[in-house]
């Protein structure tokens, strides 16, 4: 389902990054582990094709992602790639529930209202779906987070760092509902952190 | 803020621009309608220009009188097709009262809206404007005050009675009280005596006798003109006729030649005047035109000015806003759809500056009317869009288009990846 061969990155200032090999099946879960500027976020970007690789090969379900233009690229993310990131990215001025949606209205106009109501009343985000986004707690914005990652049904879900501005118990909390809602969807999850507290969630792992 | 402000820019430029272009078109439309129907104005000697206001456009003082003998003989000249005498005198609250003929109400195309038109003196058809200002109804009565502006010399001997109120027509009928000529000559042949103080009016005068100028006010030395060679130029007029003077006469012409030659016989072979009002006009616009070009490049320039900061504070509001459009890059949407978004919300800004724009523009045509009209009896109309205006709105809207545009060229180089791991 993910396979990624002699991927490599180059940084304009001359950083480069040489990624081990990842292949992972259908559904299947990954936590790369890793300390703080080994390129962690670089192979998340890589995978989910906002960044383009300088050398190496990467397919997600069959498509080679490196040789897409950036027109089918951008497609094939808003259908196929679910990004939660490490710094809480929506629209200003959208609630909640219009963030949502967003989210949902590209590229395939799915607008899943029942999708969108059971997934937030599963992450707790039915009470605030009229407020702004700016008005949420830390953890409110993590569950948004996730929801945005996964309302529109990917096949791949990236998450990066999504438990370190989170206490022990909101850590397993949030693990738990990632893994359930990629679970529910039957898509591949893709964790990287250099939080140890998730090691034990994972069966594989990969180390960077 | 700063979107607010350049919207609040546009909007006063595109309101300068859509009130100097409707001011100009429209004063310039009335002048051509009230110039039309007269190819040649003859009065007394002094100003072209003040003779055409004050007897075609009816807001200057006259120049003077003339003697009708005199015209008589002009109007039999072969080119004249038709020629209409006004004469001047006496005013209704400041509305004034024109001596002339029934050929005067339809060469203005004037219809009557009830009434019949004057058959006797001290008849009266009245504009529309007046009749609804002062009120006047069929069978109206009022003395006349002397002169052309509202005074407390009233002439009591005689009343004017209102016998038609004319439909409005969008010329200077509309604000003038018409009467036979006979009503002007009979009010000022009982008062010839008393002094004068006001512009010139009419007056059933001896003549000969012109060192004693009864008619002595502020267009002295027109008059002094026209009185000094009376004498010789009309020697076998009829005795009746002779004595009796008119302030100008419209002329239409049969031939265009006649354009060109009478008025130079009769600037230089009578002590009359001819003046051209469209010549007249053409030179006053002349004058006026350099102000309206003036205030029009301003308001262009005005134009242009917003168009520029629009330009700059979308740029910065794109700079502002660019990790959401990032993340919808994330989302799905190409770099052709954001722009399209941008575009989108420019030209709503656009159309938004240029709607309010051209409603405060039009607002001001309406006070600007008012104004106007309690000065010159002139109105302005509302109207609604032109197509004019929709040029203008495709100017203002290409200016967004291009604006916006350039604003937007970053998002050609959005860098996703650093612009979403950045805090």
Redesign the interface.
């Given at each position: 389902m993910i396979k990624t061969e002699d991927l490599k990155f180059k940084y304009p200032s001359g950083e480069s990054f040489d990624f081990k090999n990842i292949d992972l099946k259908k559904k299947e879960h990954l936590l790369v582990l890793g300390p703080s500027g080994v390129g962690k976020?670089?192979l998340l970007?890589l995978l989910?094709g906002?960044?383009p690789a300088s050398r190496g090969k990467i397919t997600i379900d069959q498509t080679d992602i490196t040789s897409l233009d950036?027109?089918s690229l951008?497609?094939?993310?808003?259908?196929n790639?679910g990004?939660i990131?490490?710094?809480y990215?929506?629209?200003?001025s959208l609630t909640v529930e219009e963030n949502l949606k967003?989210?949902q209205q590209?590229?395939k106009k799915l607008k899943d209202q029942e999708r969108r109501h059971a997934l937030c009343e599963r992450l707790g985000l039915t009470p605030l779906m009229d407020k702004f986004v700016f008005n949420l707690s830390q953890g409110q914005k993590q569950r948004l987070a996730i929801a945005l990652g996964l309302i529109h049904q990917p096949k791949v879900v990236l998450a990066d760092e999504p438990t370190s501005n989170l206490d022990d118990i909101n850590c397993s909390k949030v693990i738990a509902l990632l893994q359930e809602e990629a679970r529910l969807c039957g898509s591949n999850l893709v964790i990287i952190t250099h939080d140890q507290r998730i090691k034990e969630h994972f069966n594989s792992h990969l180390l960077l | 803020m700063s979107l607010i402000f350049n919207v609040l820019l546009l909007v006063l430029s595109v309101s300068l621009v859509t009130f100097i272009l409707q001011l100009s078109q429209q004063i310039n439309g009335q002048l051509e309608k009230n110039i039309a129907p007269v190819d040649m104005v003859i009065g007394a000697k002094g100003s072209p220009l003040q003779l055409v206001l004050s007897s075609v456009l009816h807001i200057d003082s006259p120049t003077g009188n003339i003697p009708l003998g005199e015209v008589q003989k002009i109007q039999k000249h072969p080119f004249i097709k038709s020629a209409i005498p006004l004469c001047y005198g006496d005013n209704h609250q400041g509305y004034r009262i024109v001596g002339s003929k029934a050929s005067f109400i339809a060469a203005y195309q004037g219809e009557l809206e009830s009434g019949k038109i004057f058959q006797k003196s001290f008849e009266v058809v009245a504009g529309s404007n007046v009749a609804q200002k002062l009120n006047l109804q069929m069978g109206s009565t009022f003395y006349s005050s002397h002169g052309l502006i509202a005074s407390a010399d009233v002439h009591k001997e005689h009343q004017f009675r209102v016998v038609g109120i004319l439909k409005p027509t969008a010329t200077v009928l509309d604000k003038l009280l018409i009467t036979p000529m006979e009503s002007v000559w009979e009010t000022h042949h009982h008062t010839e005596a008393e002094p004068d103080n006001t512009a010139s009016h009419p007056s059933h005068h001896n003549s000969h006798s012109n060192e004693e100028h009864p008619d002595h006010h502020q267009d002295e030395s027109h008059e002094e003109d026209a009185h000094e060679h009376e004498t010789e130029d009309h020697p076998d007029s009829e005795e009746s006729e002779m004595d009796l003077e008119i302030t100008a006469l419209l002329v239409k012409f049969k031939n265009p030649v006649g354009l060109v030659q009478l008025p130079r016989f009769i600037n230089e072979k009578t002590n009359m005047q001819a003046a051209l009002p469209r010549l007249e006009i053409q030179r006053l616009e002349g004058f006026l035109g350099v102000g309206v070009k003036t205030v029009n490049s301003i308001a262009l320039a005005v134009l242009l000015v917003s168009g520029l900061s629009i330009l700059l504070s979308l740029a910065r509001a794109i700079r502002e806003r660019r990790q959401e459009l990032a993340l919808l890059r994330t989302y799905g949407l190409s770099t052709q759809k954001l722009l399209y978004m941008i575009l989108l919300e420019g030209l709503f800004l656009a159309v938004l500056g240029y709607v309010l724009g051209w409603i405060i523009g039009r607002a001001a045509i309406g006070i600007a009317s008012s104004q106007l009209e309690s000065t010159f009896g002139y109105g302005l109309k509302v109207t609604g869009p032109e197509i004019i205006d929709f040029k203008l709105l495709g100017a203002t809207l290409l200016i967004a288009l291009i604006a916006t545009m350039l604003a937007s060229t970053s998002i050609f180089k959005l860098n996703i990846s650093k612009i979403l791991s950045d805090d």
């Open positions: 976020t670089t970007h989910s906002i960044l950036r027109r951008d497609r094939f993310r808003g259908q790639i990004l990131f490490q710094q990215h929506y629209v200003r967003v989210r590209y590229p | -």
